[in-house]
């Protein structure tokens, strides 16, 4: 079977893909080309299929695209189930069971991304990937290229010397449309604009200091890596070498190392904001506040209501209370 569908790859016209869609066939592994992926293989997940895959078989098709022309010469490309791909290759088989879909651009980015953005595994930084293809998507179905906007294309006309009501009308439904992506990107996560612009942020690390950060302590960790993408590109270089080093599991500790400054303790900190949240309150709330920690005080600590002194004549007061007894 693999023969004939290899076969048929080769022969395949633009029309041919668009007939044999959702169709479910088994194909060599040795014809499915799966480079340029959006998130890594992690191994040990790939393993954990293989196991699977070994006692009960595989349950769920991968999905492929027919790239008959592809440069490495394999007439499939892997859309999405690159875990189940590994994990065939781990048990030794030489096919595996297929769903063949649509080998347009923006049609297989966007079967890859609903298939793996809302799988619990993917880290904050695959999530933020996603997101950004999602953008980017968004962008090749209206015809707005990488680094375009409006101004761009505006300089672009009037270079050409285009008509000016040609000019404004281009560049007016450009602004427009470039101006709502993010919320057709957010109307489809269920989220609001803001939510994707801190996605966006995080998608514009660099890959290379990516790579670095997935084998750091912050990998998991949304605030610190978005901490870390507002850094300039110097300082991300140098943190992100320290942090993949284990010299640092947070963006301040390596700043720390970085700009050779002292990283005051946590302990220090929680202690100085609880100095600060009680010297605010008013006196009869300090004296709540104490009957309220007395039972969590360290042995041999307490808390004990000292009453005021009784207050005694002062010289003054004797003199001025001898001369009324004179002058009675």
Request: aromatic residues 6%.
């Amino acid at each position: 079977m693999a023969a004939v569908v290899a076969k048929v790859a080769e022969s395949a016209s633009p029309n041919m893909v668009a007939e044999t869609v959702n169709i479910e066939w088994h194909v060599a592994l040795d014809d499915i080309d799966d480079g340029e992926r959006m998130r890594p293989i992690d191994a040990a997940y790939a393993e954990a299929i293989a196991a699977s895959f070994m006692k009960i078989g595989q349950l769920t098709a991968i999905d492929i695209c027919q790239l008959p022309n592809l440069g490495s010469g394999r007439p499939f490309k892997l859309v999405y189930g690159g875990h189940r791909l590994a994990a065939a290759r781990m048990c030794g088989w030489s096919t595996i069971r297929v769903k063949i879909g649509s080998n347009e651009v923006a049609a297989r980015k966007d079967r890859e991304i609903h298939e793996n953005f809302f799988r619990n595994e993917l880290s904050p930084i695959d999530k933020a990937i996603f997101v950004a293809e999602m953008l980017q998507a968004e962008r090749v179905a209206r015809g707005i290229a990488d680094g375009k906007d409006g101004r761009a294309l505006n300089g672009d006309y009037r270079s050409q010397k285009f008509d000016k009501k040609q000019i404004d009308n281009d560049v007016r439904n450009l602004r427009e449309s470039f101006g709502g992506l993010q919320e057709v990107v957010a109307a489809r996560l269920g989220w609001n604009r803001q939510e994707v612009g801190r996605q966006l942020a995080l998608a514009a690390i660099k890959p290379s200091y990516v790579e670095k950060l997935r084998q750091s302590a912050i990998a998991n960790n949304a605030s610190q890596l978005r901490a870390f993408a507002k850094l300039d590109d110097d300082r991300q270089f140098l943190c992100a070498g320290q942090l993949k080093a284990g010299k640092a599991t947070t963006v301040a500790g390596a700043l720390a190392i970085v700009d050779k400054k002292a990283v005051e303790p946590k302990e220090v900190k929680q202690v100085a904001s609880a100095h600060s949240m009680f010297s605010r309150l008013s006196p009869a709330q300090k004296a709540e506040f104490l009957r309220l920690i007395q039972p969590d005080l360290p042995k041999g600590w307490e808390v004990r209501e000292v009453k005021p002194r009784e207050t005694y004549p002062t010289v003054s007061d004797v003199v001025a209370a001898a001369k009324k007894v004179g002058d009675q």
